[in-house]
């Protein structure tokens, strides 16, 4: 499986911006797809994942603000950031997993800025 992200970028705060990740290759064993974010000094930690028959779930630090979608059909999942604040600043990083929630491949990152 190989990843593509796109988006991200420079952003003021209370802005919103949307990434996406494009998935390619063994697209059958993906399972549950999903965002992680690692901000500077900080740990890797999750964001959100969407399962294949679509169910959600996020962070709290970032739920009601983010939202996950995924197209099965395009082997791609997007993350809608709303309502950004300063310490949503991170590189992003898409993540798919297979059946037995083993992580396939992580994507490159994606830096977000969010300036106050």
């Known amino acids: 499986v190989q990843l593509a992200e796109s988006g991200g970028g420079l952003v003021q705060a209370g802005g919103s911006l949307t990434l996406s990740c494009a998935a390619s290759g063994s697209t059958s064993s993906i399972d549950v797809m999903g965002w992680y974010r690692q901000a500077p000094g900080k740990q890797r930690e999750w964001v959100a994942l969407?399962?294949?028959?679509?169910?959600?779930n996020y962070a709290p630090s970032v739920n009601n603000r983010f939202t996950i979608s995924r197209d099965n059909a395009k082997n791609t999942v997007d993350l809608q950031l709303t309502s950004l604040r300063p310490e949503d600043t991170a590189v992003y990083y898409c993540?798919?997993?297979?059946?037995?929630?083993?992580?396939?491949?992580w994507g490159q990152g994606i830096q977000v800025t969010v300036s106050s």
């Open positions: 969407i399962t294949k028959d679509g169910i959600t």
């Open positions: 993540n798919v997993k297979g059946y037995y929630g083993t992580t396939l491949r």
